[in-house]
């Protein structure tokens, strides 16, 4: 037998498992894992930041359904990483970050980029580990490989110092070799026969029943089996997260989330499936906290018992593969529906409560029309209407934080997994490595992301690696000029914390006034487009995805337009500072009212 090298074995392996990329910025100490790896065929997709390396691979991971690989030198390499693998962590992405490590050597030393990765993001991980010998790398990344996407998915690191990836030794002395077969593993069963039916007769008997369904929908490729659910029982549906679009948006049952409220304040039966409720849901309380009924009967199905809100007054549990489950509900129901379950007024409060969303949506845009610069719902109401006739199967990533809010209600998901964004992280910068992931992870398939200024200046960069690579990612950059639009005005004039007539504001973060993002990246080779009227936003989309290379189109957008979320409860603490006559109106002027 001859010689081998931890990098090479690292390589075999993730050869072996299918893995076809792997995404990061190169750095001295894991010179050996890349060797290793590249003679393996497998791509590196060099990136201009680790950062957009860990969102690239986030993103391929969730729509392959399999790992994505990712690796950061050792030191700030390792520490640039940290923000992309807590949003893997919190979107449930399987994730495999490869941390270069000090030599052990230098332990206790003063020595050059000497990091602990592992303990950094302890927190934000499945698991973590430190491998110094090279014979057992093998065995580490099969591990971790299975590891990562037993359910729930999420992200593994592996410490790797220079002695495991790139001193030889001979290739007998490799250990734990004898994992044979597939890394996958096997779903949970189904669930208990009996908890099943009392789950079915539960949504039976009642009158007004709401089904909410997350990721475990999308990782158990359950969409099919909950449609089918839904329209037997005639019951409405709101998908969350990664299940976004199981029951596409437009569906006559499908619930939107702006006026999910109206619906979960009425409801007498909620069925909570693969759904792991969180602030994004008011963690299921009732007011003065949340739109939830607490008198409702609550039946909670998840894969994993961990899911399972324990602030819920829950009335049933079941675990279970949700796609068993489901099917499991289907044939149960199957036997005890006489006809079709008569809903009509419930039924009808649905289809009020959006007709009344999009009266509201039509009025703001009609209002807002002819504003120049373009007010963020005409923005969005164009992109999402190019997309309903032009690119129906586009993947759409959120990365905007004031342009999202207009958009998303407007966007119809036509199928799990089609909106990708950065969970409860919250972030900025995510959709620029996040589109590169997408678009390798479904070749040629057409991929929008949704860009903010905030986010440009984080990591504009990596359009470069985009276009390097030549993915035809298109980029719409809601270019408002400031971060989180409105919300200075709100908070930090002074006349609105001291009562005072000086109105200049006590800090300014707006940026250089009309930035051309479209510029900058015309040089490159970018295909770009610059649009200040609504009626140039479609046709420029249009030449944009028919331009087969990487697009940025620049957008601007009114930045006195104020995000929902900044006069929400998430800003009660600073709006307790103010008294009402201190609130202002610009930015206001068209913010949705509560619906109900």
Sequence with gaps: MGETYGGEIAGKVLKEEGVKYFFGVQGAHMWGLLLGICEQDIEMIHMRHEQAGVYAADAYARLTQSPGVCFGTA????????????????????????FAQHPVFEDGLKGLQVGWGTDVVKTMTKWGL???????????IRKALRDVLTYPPGPIALDL???????RFGEERQRYTGWRGPVSTPPAGPGDERAVEKAVRILLDAEKPIIMGGDGIYWSNASAELQELVELLQIPVNTRRMGRGAVPDDHPLAVGGRYRGRLLRNTDAVLIVGHCIGYLEGYGQ?????????????????ENPQDLSLMIPTELEIIGNVKTVLRQMIDCASSLVKGVPKREAWLQHLSESRQALEQRQQQEEREAEDASPIHPAVLGREVASFLDNSARDAIVIFDAFTGTAYFTDRLKSRFAGQVLDAAEQGGVGQGIGMGIGAQLARPGKPVLVYMGDLGMGVAAMDIETALRYKLPVVYVVNCNGTGISGVRDLYFEKTKLAGVRDSRPIMVWDFLPGIRYDKMFEPLGCYTEHVEKPSEIRPALERAFNSGVTSVVNVFTDPSVTHPLN?????????AMLSPEQLPERGRKIIYPDLG
């Design 286 to 302: 009732g007011p003065p906290y949340g739109s939830w009924n607490m008198d409702a009967k609550y039946i909670q199905i998840t």
């Design 161 to 167: 110092p220079p002695g495991a990836t790139a001193a």
């Design 567 to 575: 006069i929400s409860p998430l800003s009660s603490a600073l709006l």
């Design 130 to 140: 430190r491998i110094v010998d090279g014979n057992t790398l093998g065995y580490w």
């Design 75 to 98: 030191g700030p390499g390792m520490q640039n990483m940290v923000a992309g693998i807590s949003q893997a962590y919190l979107a449930r992405s399987p994730v495999l970050a490869l």
